[in-house]
């Protein structure tokens, strides 16, 4: 390599763009492409990064492999942080098996760092845990170690593990000194606070007040009844009840327990559980059905009873009930909190990360549009969508009980 490239690359580990530009901006070689395409990558020229990035792997000859592996998982990079979720779920496992074979053990690990993080994008915690995992954070250089602290301390986040998250938020902070990029400082520092930030809506009692992360922890650790309306389940300590996917009986549970030791009308939970404001017969029969499913589905942690305005929610154990719930609540929650990361989303990096169809994203991206939350610019592929108003609090505890779940 000679000592133009070598220079280049320098000055882009340590997030000096500009002077790595000028040793190979006139060149076009393979190696001056790439790092020209990482360049523009970093000032943030996407679209023109890609292109280069694209004819540097096409310039490397069939027999620099690992060469062309590293073009594909700079180009990954890039289409994660534009939101482009389907280029890099496809790519990057070939990429990194390619560097590991031949050798490159941190362009190898850079790689799995970037499917950890992609993973806890879209909601697969599990999978992201499990390739951190098995991951030598010390193989990464410093800039990219950073970021492996961070996609900890996002899982930690999820998880509702503060400990665990302060110490990979100060394990990524020592990882950004070392790189000395002030970017990476922002970002650790915005993460930080997120720590600090109203995380959930407290109702017991008939009183509401806001939680940060640590509160909502201790809540769900102790004797409390918890019907949880973040990730749609009710839970006392360990035992825990989904109802996700059985969003009447949620909306039942959730009404009742807002209401306890007072009982609930019947005329209130079928406006809640069914939007029913004029029952009829056939609506009192469904309510009856669905009360014994969800009697039957609280059998662990508590009971129901009949009396003579409705029914009354019995924990089998003495102790407090509550319900937390986001600070805020939308009927397109969901796709606002993963818009209120700053990001710019395509629909369809949209309905991948929720499991849903484009058509269910349009209609709430509309929705939101209309409300003036969100707003899109470009046309057709190139159009993406953006949160006009960033909520300052941990938006993936919004995010609905598939991407939450392990």
């Known amino acids: 390599m000679d000592s133009l490239i070598t220079a280049a690359a320098r000055a882009l580990a340590g997030g000096d763009m500009l002077t790595a530009l000028k040793h190979v901006a006139l060149r ?61 779920m496809r790519t990057l496992g070939p990429a990194q098996a390619v560097l590991e074979a031949h050798g490159d053990r941190t362009n190898a ?51 509702i593990r503060t ?21 990476l400082d922002v970002e650790i520092d915005r993460a930080s606070s997120l720590l600090q930030a109203p995380a959930a809506r407290l109702s017991s009692h008939n009183q509401e007040r806001l939680l940060v992360l640590a509160d909502v922890e201790t809540l769900i650790a102790s004797d409390t009844l918890v019907i949880d309306a973040g990730r749609a389940v009710v839970r006392r300590g360990p035992t825990v009840v989904p109802l996700a996917s059985r969003p009447v009986l949620f909306a039942l549970a959730r ?15 079928l406006a809640r559980a069914f939007r029913a404001h ?8 469904r309510l009856r059905v669905e009360i014994g499913r969800l009697r039957k589905a609280l059998l662990p942690l508590a009971g129901l009873t009949a009396t003579n305005r409705g029914f009354l929610l019995k924990p089998h154990r003495a102790g407090p009930v509550a319900v937390i719930a986001p600070p805020i609540e939308d009927d397109h929650t969901d796709v606002l909190a993963l818009l209120a990361d700053g990001e710019a989303w395509s629909s369809s990096a ?20 209309a409300a003036g939350k ?18 300052g609090f941990p938006t993936g505890l919004l995010l609905p009980a598939r991407l939450i779940s392990a």
Request: with cysteine.
């Open 350 to 369: 949209l309905a991948l990360a929720l499991g849903v169809g484009p058509r269910t994203v349009q209609r709430a991206l509309e929705s939101l549009a």
């Open 109 to 159: 690990a850079h790689a799995g760092y970037l499917g950890a993080r992609l993973h806890l994008l879209v909601g697969h915690l599990a999978e992201a845990e499990r390739i951190l995992a098995e991951l030598d954070p010390e193989m990464l250089l410093p800039a990219s170690r950073s970021g492996y602290w961070l996609v900890a301390a996002g899982l930690a986040m999820r998880r």
């Open 255 to 269: 009404t009742l327990a807002e209401a306890w030791p007072a009982d609930v009308t019947r005329e209130r939970l």
């Open 163 to 183: 400990r665990a998250a302060r110490a990979a938020l100060d394990r990524a902070k020592q990882a950004a000194r070392e790189a000395g990029i002030p970017a």
């Open 28 to 88: 076009n070689d393979a190696p001056a492409l790439a790092l020209r395409g990482i360049a523009m990558a970093q000032l943030g020229d996407f679209a023109r990064a890609k292109d280069l990035l694209r004819s540097a792997a096409r310039a490397f000859s069939s027999h620099e492999a690992a060469a062309r592996a590293r073009c594909t998982v700079a180009e990954a990079e890039i289409a994660l942080v534009s939101r482009d979720l389907n280029h890099p």
């Open 278 to 285: 004029h029952a009829d017969d056939s609506h009192r029969a």
């Open 374 to 391: 969100a707003e899109r610019f470009g046309r057709g592929r190139a159009c993406r969508w953006i949160a006009t108003n960033v909520p």
